[in-house]
């Protein structure tokens, strides 16, 4: 089945750097990419995602990239704010049939720092 | 803004003993799933349902695991005989059946924290 695997474990950034996230994932057929962010306490909320078909998407400060030869795909956060601060969570979904479910990967608790 | 809601927030239960925890789609969704995530681990998939039946399992949901979808409105996780190892935040979530389905985001509940002494 798929495995998605997920680097840094922990990121610590000044406010206003950029923060980088990485994913790699197994199956080939996977096809969905989406990117959830948790605060403490709360419900993990979906904050961008892409599609197989597109290599990058942006959405103001955030932005993903899939590399689909290479098999991973990263979230990047420009101008960190402190409210960023969270764990991240990537995640893959394959396509066909009524196979829905995501598989995440373990998490990045990120830490801006005032 | 419709939210995915969970009942309890938490559950406390003892070893061998059978919980339910609960769950309300989104109402317009389809689709629903439980997932769990063990203290300091990743999310993993348990269970996805569509059409009043399962649709898919992962290996985690074994015999001990049900759902049901009772009424039109909830969605249930019913453990039958609880272990040790079950401790877990258990999260659902639902999806549209609108459009391209598998690239429809999946809402998440704020979960149920299950602890099983």
């Known amino acids: 089945g798929e495995n998605v695997e997920q680097h840094p474990s922990t990121l610590s950034v000044q406010e206003g750097d950029s923060a980088v996230i990485k994913c790699t994932y197994s199956?080939?057929?996977?096809?969905?990419f989406p990117w959830y962010k948790q605060e403490l306490g709360k419900r993990p909320q979906l904050i961008i995602d892409?599609?197989?078909?597109?290599g990058e998407k942006k959405d103001q400060r955030i932005a993903v990239t899939l590399n689909k030869t290479a098999k991973h795909f990263s979230l990047h956060i420009t101008e960190t704010q402190p409210e960023d601060s969270a764990v991240y969570f990537c995640a893959a979904k394959r396509s066909g049939g009524s196979n829905y479910k995501l598989t995440f990967g373990k998490g990045t608790l990120l830490t801006v720092n005032p | 803004e419709p939210e995915v809601t969970q009942t309890p927030s938490h559950q406390v239960t003892q070893m061998g003993q059978e919980v339910i925890l609960r769950c309300v789609p989104i109402s317009n969704h389809l689709y629903f799933y439980w997932y769990r995530q063990i203290l300091g681990q990743k999310v993993e998939f348990l269970v996805s349902f569509y059409n009043n039946e399962i649709s898919e399992k992962s290996e985690i949901f074994d015999d001990q695991f049900s759902v049901e979808r009772p009424d039109g409105s909830n969605f249930t996780l019913k453990i039958r005989s609880t272990k040790l190892e079950d401790s877990a935040m258990y999260f659902c979530?639902?999806?549209?059946?609108?459009?391209?389905?598998?690239?429809?985001?999946?809402?998440f509940g704020p979960g149920t924290r299950l602890t099983v002494l």
């Open positions: 199956d080939s057929a996977s096809n969905y």
């Open positions: 979530a639902s999806s549209e059946a609108t459009g391209l389905a598998s690239y429809n985001e999946q809402f």
């Open positions: 892409i599609r197989s078909n597109v």
